[in-house]
């Protein structure tokens, strides 16, 4: 009897710890003194085409210059639509033919963004990309670890209510997010799970889709119902988003949160859109660039650079300046 019980418990709390440890974690070492640097880049697989090569060519210059130790991709990662299979050509003609620097070399970690989901996603998440390009890590929701702050990459195109209408101009690949709802829910469950853990670093959250934007997009209405209240709960440091083709800071006047969308990799100049104004944008750029994140326990110097190199906005953030007093 007693062997059992003890069976019956065992299996209901693996199966309550795989429940609530459903985002895979990675760990990413820091820098001897502490501190970390990376880039962040959005929207780009063009197979080099509007400027997507020009503006590799500048993150490989200045990915050196800050010794980076990782890339953090805001998702549209292949256009127009992802990878058909593991053997797609676009992979290498996007991505690997197109980062050569040496100092590119490092992990870049990716999420998926609408354009990403017109493909075959189940290629684009698999395992043998990574036989390819080792640099490859691409998943749909995952948590990246290190000593000095967390990132909680979050798949944020199944929140969108239009990909889902029908009829549709396009195919979406949904299998593994349907039911809907039951992904949804799940998807935030772990992320409010995750998000509260008692922690003392940095809370970076990254997805593809705008929460605040004041560009082509603006707002995505879902992320701003659904996502935003738990980012704002948990005290998230930072918002890191592509999907509008632009360069862009929002400031949030109601928590320590800052709104920052880099999805300069390729095609802009789509224009701002006409409806929206929002007070708390601090800088925009409707242009090719990416964004630089240097950071130490206490200190983060983000920089954004346009297609030839140059510093278009420069903001030095400390830890705590936000936080509730
Ligand atoms: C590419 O960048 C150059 C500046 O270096 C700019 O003049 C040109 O319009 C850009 N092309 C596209 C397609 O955005
Ligand atoms: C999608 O990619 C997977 C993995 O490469 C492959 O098994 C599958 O046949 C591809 N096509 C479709 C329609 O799923």
Known sequence: MA????????????????????????????????????????????KGSFNQTKVAHQMGRVAEELNIDFVVSTGDNFYNDGLASISDPAFEESFSDIYTAKSLEKQWY??????????????????????????????????????????????TTPFVDKYFKKPSPHKYDWRGVLPRKQYLKGLLEDLELALGEPSTKWKIVVGHHTVRSIGYHGDTEELVKNLLPILQ?????????????????????KSSLQFFTSGGGSKA?????????????????????????E??????????????????????LSKNQYSAM
């Open 269 to 293: 100049w789509k224009g701002k859109s006409p409806y929206r104004t929002c007070e708390d944008n601090k800088f925009y750029y409707d242009g090719q660039g990416f964004m630089t994140l």
């Open 233 to 253: 709960a948990h005290e998230v440091n930072m918002y890191l988003n592509g999907h509008d083709h632009c360069l862009q800071h929002i400031e949030s006047t």
């Open 295 to 316: 950071l130490t326990r206490a200190e983060a110097k983000i920089r954004f650079y346009d297609v030839s190199g140059q510093v278009l906005y420069n903001l030095d």
């Open 3 to 46: 062997m059992v019980n003890c069976t019956c418990l065992v299996s209901w709390l693996l199966c309550f710890v795989s429940v609530s440890a459903e985002f895979q974690r990675f760990e990413q070492p820091v820098k001897p003194d502490g501190s970390l640097s990376f880039l962040v880049v959005g929207d780009w697989g063009r």
């Open 110 to 155: 990716s999420v998926l963004g609408n354009h990403d989901y017109r493909g075959n996603v189940t290629a684009q998440l698999s395992q043998i990309l990574q036989k390819k390009d080792n640099r490859w890590l691409c998943q749909r929701s995952f948590i990246l670890s290190t000593e000095i702050a967390d990132f909680f990459f979050v798949d």
